[in-house]
């Protein structure tokens, strides 16, 4: 019975926590509502550089992918559990050659991490592999890469 009302309970947290409905998303271009998230985002399957990524996102009004949390992790995994066996995404999240310290766009301190710790992630090489990607193969777990790769885009808009 404690498990059952403890779960009620989170259950209610993360519905009365999102104030935006189906009608916020701009369904005109393709974006979809994850409610548990409180968030709208749509996958582009077209494969881009992180430069582009970023861009093809900012002309929808939104964003590239930021997960902040376990709950957002999972949103994008079940966003990507439809795509291709070999789904990646960059997510937001950069930092500058030298620190382990990763940023996401807006200037905010990443803190929520989901590293492919047993493939030996992050790396942090000091040649640039500071940009952030989801792996499906990996179980979704992240690793530290290079902006020049091309990946599916997954955007945002809240
Ligand atoms: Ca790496």
Request: net charge negative; with cysteine.
């Amino acid at each position: 019975m404690l498990v059952i009302s403890h779960f009620i309970h989170i259950q209610l947290f993360v519905f009365s926590d999102c104030s935006i409905d189906e009608s916020s998303c701009p369904g005109s271009l393709g974006y979809i509502l994850n409610r548990e998230v409180c968030f709208c985002y749509k996958v582009y399957t077209t494969k881009q550089n992180y430069d582009s990524s970023v861009k093809i996102c900012e002309n929808d009004n939104g964003e590239l992918a930021r997960i902040s949390n376990a709950l957002r992790q999972q949103a994008l995994e079940n966003a990507l559990d439809g795509i291709s066996s070999y789904a990646e995404a960059y997510i937001q999240g950069t930092r500058t050659a030298g620190s382990t310290t990763w940023y996401y766009n807006d200037g905010t301190e990443v803190t929520y991490f989901n590293w492919n710790t047993p493939g030996g992630q992050p790396q942090h090489r000091d040649d640039g592999e500071d940009y952030l990607l989801v792996r499906k193969t990996k179980g979704y777990r992240w690793h530290d890469v290079y902006k020049a790769e091309q990946h599916i885009v997954v955007c945002e808009i809240e």
